[in-house]
C-alpha cells in the first residue's frame, strides 16, 4: 500500500511540474517575447526570431517619436547601402519595393536615426514613455564646442547621442547640431567613467568614434518593410559623405596660451587684412565647391588655423592646397568670373602647377597643387626670373573637416605633421621674414625649367 501511495505522489509531481512548464512556455510566446519584440506575426515575408526582433524594435521606436512628434530620419549605412540598390523602385512604390522585410531585418546589432536639435525639445516625457514601452535608454553629453572661443572656453554640456535598447536590438539616434559654417555637426561617443560599458557594444557603432560634418540633406519619406521612415534623397552621397566626415574642432585652449606668450596683432592694418582675407576664402571656397574641386588650408593658412585659431595677420595672403587630380581647365575662368584676375601661373599640369589670383588690396589667393609619390606627397615651386624649381615635401596625409572663419572647410587630419614638415619644430613661434626658397624645413632644389618651356610654364599678368 505504502508503494502504490509513493507512485502516486511521483506521478502528481511529475504532472504538476509538467503543467508548470507548460504555462512557462505559454507565458513566454504570448506575453514576454512580444513585449520585448523577439516574436512578430505580421512582418512581411513571414520573418521570425532574430530578424523580426530588429524589425519589430524599430517598429516600437518609430512608434515612440511618432507620438511625441520627433522627426528622425534614417541614417544606418547598412541599411541605406540595401536602399541605395532599390533606390528608383522604393521611390514609385508606395508600399515598398518587396514582400519580404528585406531591409530592417538584416543582421546587425543597431539602427542608427539622426535628429537635428533644433526640431525637437529634451523632453522628460518621451523617455518615461520609452521607459513604458520597454526601452532601456542611454543619453551621452559631452562639451558645446560651439560656444568655446578665444575668450570662452565653455563648459556646458549638451546631448549627442541616445542609444534605446529593447531585447536584442538597439536603436543608435545621432544628435546633429547646425553650426555657423551653415553645415551640420554631430560630437563624438565618449563614455564618461560612471557608464555601463556592457549597455551595448559602443565599439560597433557606425556614428562616434569622432566628430563629423555634413551638409544639410535632403530627406524623402518612403515605405520600407511597411514603415513609413525620412531617408536622405540621395542615399549614395550620404554615403560617400559619411565616409569623409571627419571633424576637427580649433585648438582654442593651445591658441589661448600662444597668445598669452605672443599677444595678438590688433592694429587696423592687421584688422583689416583678416576680414580681406576671411572674405577672399570664402569667396574661393564657393568659387571651388561650386566647380567640385576638393581644397584644403594649406603653408601660412593652415598654420593659422592650428596655432592661433585665426588667419596670421603678417602673412598678407590665402593658401590652399589642391590635389593635382582634381585640377580642373575651369578653375582660371571660374576665378576670373568671380572677380579674382589671374596675378601668375607657374609650372603645368604634369609638374608644379602653381595659380595666383589677385583679390583686393593686394591680398592675394595662392593655389598649390600636390602631387603624390610612392612614399611622400609635395608641391612645386618656381621662381621667375631664374627658371629655378624647388618641391616642398609632406607626410601623407588625409584630409577632415574643421570650421575657420565661419567656414566649412578642409585641413590635413595629420595636421601637426602637415606643419611640422612644413614650418619645423619651432612652428609655434611667429616668423616674419620668410622666404619661400630658403625657410620651409622640407624645400628641396628641383633644377631648372628648360629655357624653351619658359612661356609656358612661366606667365605673369
Known amino acids: 500500500m505504502q508503494k502504490i501511495n509513493k507512485n ?28 520585448n519584440g523577439a516574436v512578430l506575426s505580421k512582418v512581411r515575408g513571414g520573418q521570425s526570431g532574430q530578424d523580426s526582433t530588429r524589425w519589430h524594435v524599430v517598429k516600437k521606436f518609430l512608434g515612440l517619436i511618432s507620438s511625441h512628434n520627433i522627426p528622425v530620419y534614417l541614417i544606418d549605412p547598412l541599411i541605406l547601402g540595401l536602399v541605395d540598390k532599390d533606390i528608383e523602385q522604393i521611390r514609385s512604390s508606395p508600399n515598398g519595393p ?11 546589432d543597431f539602427t542608427t536615426f539622426a535628429l ?10 518621451l523617455f518615461r514613455t ?27 554640456e549638451i546631448p549627442l547621442h541616445y542609444i534605446f535598447k529593447l531585447a536584442s536590438h538597439a536603436i543608435h539616434l545621432v544628435i546633429f547640431y547646425e553650426r555657423s559654417g551653415n553645415y551640420l555637426w554631430h560630437g563624438p561617443l565618449r563614455l564618461k567613467q560612471h557608464t555601463d560599458r556592457k549597455f551595448v557594444p559602443f565599439r560597433k557603432l557606425h556614428f562616434g568614434r569622432y566628430p563629423g560634418a555634413y551638409e544639410k540633406p535632403e530627406l524623402l519619406l518612403v515605405s520600407i518593410d511597411d514603415l513609413k521612415v ?44 583678416r576680414k ?20 584644403w588650408l594649406s603653408s601660412g593658412t593652415c598654420l593659422g588655423w592650428y596655432r592661433q585659431c585665426n588667419v596670421i595677420p603678417h602673412s598678407k595672403d590665402v593658401d590652399l592646397g589642391v ?14 568670373k568671380a572677380g579674382l584676375p589671374l596675378k601668375h601661373k607657374f609650372g603645368k599640369v604634369e609638374d608644379s602647377l602653381e595659380l595666383s589670383f589677385q583679390g583686393e588690396d593686394g591680398v592675394k589667393l595662392d593655389i598649390f597643387f600636390f602631387y603624390e609619390e610612392v612614399d611622400h606627397i609635395w608641391n612645386g615651386g618656381t621662381q621667375a626670373k631664374s627658371g629655378k624649381k624647388f618641391k616642398y615635401l609632406f607626410p601623407k596625409f588625409t584630409l577632415c573637416w574643421t570650421e575657420f ?34 625657410s620651409p624645413s622640407n624645400v628641396q632644389y628641383n633644377g631648372v625649367w628648360p629655357v624653351d618651356e619658359w612661356d609656358d610654364v612661366i606667365q605673369i599678368y
Open 323 to 336: 590635389f593635382i587630380e582634381d585640377y580642373k581647365a575651369d578653375i582660371i575662368p571660374a576665378f576670373q
Open 276 to 295: 580681406k582675407a576671411k572674405s577672399l576664402l570664402h569667396l574661393a571656397a564657393l568659387t571651388l565647391n561650386n566647380l567640385g574641386v576638393k581644397f
Open 116 to 125: 537635428l536639435d533644433k526640431t525637437w525639445k529634451h523632453e522628460v516625457s
Open 98 to 108: 518587396s514582400p519580404e522585410c528585406k531591409y530592417f531585418c538584416a543582421p546587425r
Open 8 to 35: 502516486v505522489v511521483l506521478a502528481l509531481l511529475s504532472l504538476t511540474s509538467l503543467v508548470f512548464l507548460l504555462f512557462q512556455l505559454y507565458y513566454y510566446k504570448f506575453y514576454l517575447s512580444q513585449k
Open 230 to 273: 525620412q531617408i536622405p534623397k540621395n542615399p549614395s552621397s550620404f554615403l560617400e559623405e559619411m565616409s569623409h566626415s571627419r571633424f576637427l574642432e580649433c585648438r582654442y585652449r593651445e591658441a589661448r596660451a600662444f597668445f598669452q606668450l605672443y599677444p595678438d596683432d590688433a592694429s587696423l592694418d592687421a584688422v583689416e587684412f
Open 130 to 156: 520609452a521607459e513604458k514601452m520597454g526601452f532601456q535608454w542611454l543619453k551621452i553629453i559631452n562639451k558645446d564646442p560651439r560656444l568655446d572661443g578665444m575668450d570662452d572656453l565653455s563648459g556646458i
Open 405 to 438: 572663419v565661419e567656414l566649412k572647410v578642409h585641413v590635413p587630419c595629420e595636421t601637426l605633421q602637415y606643419v611640422e614638415a612644413n614650418y619645423g619644430p619651432d612652428w609655434k613661434v611667429p616668423v616674419k621674414t620668410w622666404d619661400w626658397k630658403s
